[in-house]
């Protein structure tokens, strides 16, 4: 019986070479149990409860638990691989490649702001997901500038078609922000992840909802603080 982390290692190490837990007490069977037991299933039911062996006690529960548990997190990575939007693309714009970095974290869960005039961009690390500021113009030549929750996009659109090249990546008016330069359109939506807040003397705000911690979006604010600047 298998209790403390020495054990756990034994076990992974049993399930890892072993496909059925039916195939792991065959081994622990000699030519010459078999002999003089005369009948397999005997001699597996000795193994199992201990009686004969070369090795660990290994119980037929905690042997399939943990090659559930191997399975559930095999399948996990691979999906978690295949979810990934820009995994395989050869990314020549910097802001796609900042974007590609981040992805993962944004998925996962694991924060950051980035920001665009004209091309103006810039992300904010702070925890490992990211806000992502844009100030570009759209297809019909509206200037259009707003701050982002990357981790939402992420989960309400493939951005497929943005790391492909399809599509250029803008605010909307669901974002966290959202100001049409031509139209004077101004829209603020608290996201899952942020709150927003407008009325402050230091400008915008937003309040990640995890940690409840402040982020000041003012450059000359996180100028002191970890940001990275793309051009």
């Known amino acids: 019986m298998i209790e403390n982390e020495e054990g756990v290692s034994t076990v992974d190490n049993i399930v890892s070479q072993f496909n059925t837990y039916e195939d792991f007490l065959d081994s622990q069977i000699t030519t010459l149990d078999l002999y003089y037991l005369e009948d397999e299933d005997l001699a597996r039911q000795l193994v199992e409860l201990g009686y004969r062996g070369t090795g660990e006690v290994v119980r037929r529960e905690d042997f399939e638990a943990r090659k559930a548990a191997i399975e559930i997190a095999r399948l996990a990575e691979r999906s978690q691989k295949k979810a990934l939007a820009s995994a395989g693309k ?11 970095q981040r ?22 690390q702070l925890h490992k997901k990211s806000i992502i500021f844009i100030r570009d113009r759209n297809a019909h030549g509206q200037e259009l500038s ?17 790391f492909t090249g399809k599509r250029k990546l803008l605010p ?39 940690d409840r911690k402040i982020i000041n979006v003012d450059p000359k604010i996180f100028q002191s603080s970890s940001l990275l600047s793309l051009g």
């Open 90 to 100: 050869e990314l020549r714009d910097n802001f796609l490649k900042a974007l590609a």
């Open 103 to 124: 992805e993962d974290d944004n998925r996962t869960g694991k924060v950051t702001i980035q920001k665009n005039h004209r091309t103006f961009r810039k992300f904010h």
């Open 146 to 162: 707003g701050y982002i929750d990357y981790a939402h996009r992420l989960k309400m659109e493939d951005f497929e078609v943005y």
């Open 172 to 210: 909307r008016p669901t974002d966290l922000s959202f100001y049409n330069w031509d139209s004077h359109v101004a829209i603020l939506n608290s996201s899952p992840n942020y709150q927003v807040i407008a009325e402050n003397c230091d400008g915008l705000l937003f309040k990640y909802k995890r």
